[in-house]
């Protein structure tokens, strides 16, 4: 999935959000050697305190969230995979929102 690179040109922007699942992702150097190494060219923020996972009410990893302009969740996807109904919701968004 290349999401950040296919509509960078879109005013389309990708955030992720690391939330630790094991004690290890807790530290922030070995994430952010993670990032380096798979070369994510987009910001990961680090929510060791779970602040942003409870506030969207997540309960599993990974969970992935489409955002409109107005701060609307248009999109929850749960899991891996699927990526084609990621690519759907945003075209889609292209097309209906000014």
């Known amino acids: 999935m290349d999401i ?3 509509y960078a040109d ?3 922007t990708l955030i992720s959000i690391h939330t630790p699942e094991f004690s290890h992702e807790k530290v922030v ?3 952010r050697k993670a990032v380096e190494r798979l ?3 987009y910001p990961v923020a680090i929510d060791n305190d779970f602040k942003i996972w409870r506030s969207f009410g997540n ?5 992935l969230y489409l955002i409109d302009r107005q ?5 929850a996807k749960v899991g891996e995979g699927r990526f084609g109904v990621v690519r ?3 075209e889609y968004l292209k097309e209906n929102e000014a």
């Open 71 to 75: 701060g609307d969740v248009r999109l």
């Open 10 to 12: 879109d005013r389309f």
């Open 88 to 90: 759907g919701a945003i």
């Open 29 to 31: 150097d070995n994430v």
């Open 4 to 6: 950040h690179n296919s």
């Open 59 to 63: 309960r599993a990893w990974p969970t």
């Open 39 to 41: 070369g994510l060219p």
